[in-house]
T-cell receptor, first 112, second 113 residues
Framework: NAGVMQNPRHLVRRRGQEARLRCSPMKGHSHVYWYRQLPEEGLKFMVYLQKENIIDESGMPKERFSAEFPKEGPSILRIQQVVRGDSAAYFC??????????FGPGTRLTVL | GDSVTQMEGPVTLSEEAFLTINCTYTATGYPSLFWYVQYPGEGLQLLLKATKADDKGSNKGFEATYRKETTSFHLEKGSVQVSDSAVYFCALRGAGANSKLTFGKGITLSVRP
């Protein structure tokens, strides 16, 4: 049973480009969470999704950031027009209904 | 809102030393409490958890007790190993099994041979 998968593991973008981060939840998990870890800080919640629905996006920046979890395929976190301050590790976690969250290995985004 | 406060780091210990990492929290209701560990270059792994007051979570020699009266969940290990070197995060999950996790800032532990 494969764990939570994220790709790419490392992503380099220049300012103004778009970044797309993918998360494939564990088999049987219908809930996905995205967290951001800035340097020297803990993880901060961004968004919680179920299939085709955003349940809680209270931690998402209002502009440039969006997330989706389509009926088929992985969850996508999209950052448009990236800036240097977006450089961070982005972690995805998945869970079954009413269950524990299991984390992926993260995507480390570097904005040049 | 919910918050988690961890002691300042980093912490450096010699092998076989006793470890305590302090964690206190602020939350409404009755949160569940967790310790996660992050090894270099990897994602977070659940180390232990407690879901109600006075519960003790334990794993790999680590222990933490949910103390509602002091709103604390301190992590302890009697004898650390070099392989325990990692970043440790205290976290809470509010009411509702699908609630988000709120993390502390994390503390880096280095264990010398």
């Amino acid at each position: 049973n494969a764990g939570v998968m994220q790709n790419p593991r490392h992503l380099v973008r220049r300012r103004g480009q778009e970044a797309r981060l993918r998360c494939s939840p564990m088999k049987g998990h219908s809930h996905v969470y995205w967290y951001r870890q800035l340097p020297e800080e803990g993880l901060k919640f961004m968004v919680y999704l179920q299939k085709e629905n955003i349940i809680d996006e209270s931690g998402m920046p209002k502009e440039r950031f969006s997330a989706e979890f389509p009926k088929e395929g992985p969850s996508i976190l999209r950052i448009q027009q990236v800036v240097r301050g977006d450089s961070a590790a982005y972690f995805c976690a998945s869970s079954p209904p009413q269950g524990m969250q299991f984390f992926g290995p993260g995507t480390r985004l570097t904005v040049l | 809102g919910d918050s988690v406060t961890q002691m300042e780091g980093p912490v450096t210990l010699s092998e076989e030393a006793f470890l305590t990492i302090n964690c206190t929290y602020t939350a409404t209701g009755y949160p569940s409490l967790f310790w996660y560990v992050q090894y270099p270059g990897e994602g977070l792994q659940l180390l232990l958890k407690a879901t109600k007051a006075d519960d003790k979570g334990s794993n790999k020699g680590f222990e933490a007790t949910y103390r509602k009266e002091t709103t604390s969940f301190h992590l302890e290990k009697g004898s650390v190993q070099v392989s325990d070197s990692a970043v440790y995060f205290c976290a809470l999950r509010g009411a509702g099994a699908n609630s988000k996790l709120t993390f502390g800032k994390g503390i880096t532990l280095s264990v010398r041979p």
